[in-house]
């Protein structure tokens, strides 16, 4: 098992920044490979960022390239999302997510969802424009 903690969400101004911070306990982190996603109300959850056990690759989709940024201290147990240049259209819950292991493959399955088993609970963050 392992327990995903989110904070640093809040309210900003578009064109601000957050960095959001996903502390983790239970088994060992740096086995895990680890993902950002959000949900914004009536929506699908969507990928933001994901990065693999030892930080050597990460991954983003084009909304977020060259904005967003996904870090990990393995001595620390926390990943990191740094958001700059925010827009309003960023609005909604990021979540963070690790996969269990197993038959996950980081640079396929990256930013499916449903292969990740575990989950924190979310940190709002909210655009003003």
């Known amino acids: 098992q392992v327990q995903l903690v989110e904070s640093g969400g809040g309210l900003v101004q578009a064109g601000g920044s957050l960095r959001l911070s996903c502390a983790a306990s239970?088994?060992?982190?740096?086995?895990?490979?680890i993902g950002w996603f959000c949900q914004a109300p009536g929506k699908e959850r969507e990928f933001v960022a994901a990065?693999?056990?030892?930080?050597?690759?990460?991954y983003y989709p084009d909304s977020v390239k060259g904005r967003f940024t996904i870090s990990r201290d393995n001595a620390k147990n926390t990943v990191y999302l740094q958001m700059n240049s925010l827009k309003p259209e960023d609005t909604a819950v990021y979540y963070c997510?690790?996969?269990?292991?197993?038959?996950?493959?980081?640079?396929?399955?990256?930013?499916?969802?449903?292969?990740?088993?575990?989950w924190g609970q979310g940190t709002q963050v909210t655009v003003s424009s």
């Open positions: 990065i693999n056990r030892s930080g050597s690759n990460t």
């Open positions: 997510a690790a996969e269990r292991g197993g038959t996950f493959a980081f640079d396929s399955d990256f930013y499916r969802a449903h292969l990740y088993a575990y």
């Open positions: 239970g088994r060992t982190f740096s086995d895990h490979h």
